[in-house]
């Protein structure tokens, strides 16, 4: 698991960025949330995921609010 903090949310469009710990930004889709809704997401807020390849980068899934 990752864990980082949330930079960008893109409301209108369902997806965001992550500014992960080992200082790279990752993208996430609403669809890769877990536990929260897309609009309780608020800039800042500490995140776990996993990483996984996309074609165009780095993808986060699984996403949800850091314990």
């Known amino acids: ?22 200082g790279r930004q990752v993208f996430f889709h609403q669809s890769s949330l877990v536990g929260i809704g897309f609009d309780d997401l608020i800039g800042d807020e500490t995140v776990e995921f996993e990483v996984e390849n996309s074609p165009k980068g780095p993808r986060a899934v699984n996403v949800n609010i850091a314990s």
């Not at 698991?1 to 080992?22: A, E, L, P, S």
């Open 1 to 22: 698991m990752h864990k980082g903090k949330i930079n960008k949310v893109v409301r209108d469009k369902g997806f965001g960025f992550i500014d992960d710990t080992d």
